[in-house]
Nanobody, 125 residues
Framework: QVQLAESGGGLAQAGGSLRVSCTAS????????MGWFRQPPGKEREFVAA???????RYADSAQGRFTISRDNAKNTVYLQMNSLKPEDTAVYYC???????????????????WGQGTQVTVSS
């Protein structure tokens, strides 16, 4: 099946920036939505941002205006640029994929088929 591998997590100060990346390998379908969920300590996993194969994007309210998602289809890679980081952004960030021809981006995690192992993002105050 499809494998997703995240990179770029780490430690940042409040107000700083990080960029996390996710590369898909294996039997990657052409109709592949890719995005990011995160799970803060002691909280449920939540939607952050996603992008369709043709560039339609959707953001959680918490990410809008600070985070930017993009993808490079030639590299099968999606990026999440995170600016103006806040301590509440601290979480394990998971890359997720969904095979669908729909143009509507779903925010419910059970609708995504493939997941990375997660990468820790820690923002200190």
């Amino acid at each position: 099946q499809v494998q997703l591998a995240e990179s770029g997590g780490g430690l940042a100060q409040a107000g700083g920036s990080l960029r996390v990346s996710c590369t898909a390998s294996g039997r990657t379908p052409s109709n592949f939505h890719m995005g990011w969920f995160r799970q803060p300590p002691g909280k449920e996993r939540e939607f952050v941002a996603a992008i369709t194969w043709n560039g339609i994007t959707r953001y959680a309210d918490s990410a809008q205006g600070r985070f930017t998602i993009s993808r490079d289809n030639a590299k099968n890679t999606v990026y999440l640029q995170m600016n103006s980081l806040k301590p509440e952004d601290t979480a394990v960030y998971y890359c997720a994929g969904r095979a669908t021809y729909a143009t509507i981006i779903q925010t419910t995690q059970r609708l995504y088929d493939y997941w990375g192992q997660g990468t820790q993002v820690t923002v200190s105050s």
